[in-house]
């Protein structure tokens, strides 16, 4: 079945560092892709997606590539903030199936100044 | 504002209570989930509704019922729980297109302790 794996946790840099987190899934088709966050006692915020082969999704400093050759979708950020530590979901689109999201288990960002 | 509001945001029951989340959406979707968050697992899914018809049921134990009244409306209805159902429960919508490229949109979430 569909699954999306990711790092494990929790990832700690300093401000200003080079953020990666490393996604990557199983699918069959082709999914859509995305990057949820959770603040701290707060539900889940759409961060970006996309939904074809070698589409960027980007927002707020924020950056992710479909890869089908490595079925991945690494979230990369080139300077941390502080603001920014908060736990991040990889997750796929089950097309033509109630379109119900498939989440990996989560990556803890702490941020330190 | 995400559009999802569930109530009641915390919520503090004993073993035989009953008691029932709400979530609501105001986004026109058509497709309504129930999740459940527990400390240091991934989300799981519970049930998920299209056009206020259940859809998807994931194994999730009886002591848990949802309802859709409507495509606006899901409640989970609760009963005889155990603590170990303690967790945060989050609502979400979208708009089911069958071609899974809509986002979810998430409300903040019911903590639920079991005592």
């Known amino acids: 079945g569909n699954s999306v794996t990711q790092m494990e946790g929790p990832v700690t840099l300093s401000e200003e560092a080079f953020l990666t987190i490393n996604c990557t899934y199983t699918a069959t088709g082709y999914p859509s892709l995305f990057w949820y966050v959770q603040y701290p006692g707060e539900g889940l915020q759409l961060l970006l997606k996309a939904t074809k082969a070698d589409d960027k999704g980007s927002n707020k400093g924020f950056e992710a590539t479909y890869r089908k050759e490595t079925t991945s979708f690494h979230l990369e950020k080139g300077s941390v903030q502080v603001s920014d530590s908060a736990v991040y979901f990889c997750?796929?689109?089950?097309?033509?199936?109630?379109?119900?999201?498939?989440f990996g288990q989560g990556t803890t960002l702490q941020v330190k100044p | 504002e995400t559009g999802v509001t569930q109530t009641p945001r915390h919520l503090v029951m004993g073993m035989t209570n009953k008691k029932s989340l709400k979530c609501e959406q105001h986004l026109g979707h058509n497709a309504m989930y129930w999740y459940k968050q527990s400390a240091k697992k991934p989300l799981e899914l519970m049930f998920v509704y299209n056009f206020k018809e259940q859809t998807e049921n994931n194994s999730v134990p009886s002591r848990f019922s949802p309802e859709c009244p409507n495509s606006s409306h899901l409640f989970l209805h609760l009963h005889t729980l155990q603590p170990e159902d303690s967790a945060l429960y989050l609502c979400?919508?979208?708009?089911?297109?069958?071609?899974?490229?809509?986002?979810?949109?998430f409300g903040q979430g019911t903590r639920l302790t079991v005592v």
């Open positions: 997750a796929l689109s089950d097309r033509g199936n109630t379109g119900k999201l498939i």
């Open positions: 979400a919508s979208s708009q089911d297109n069958r071609q899974g490229n809509t986002e979810a949109f």
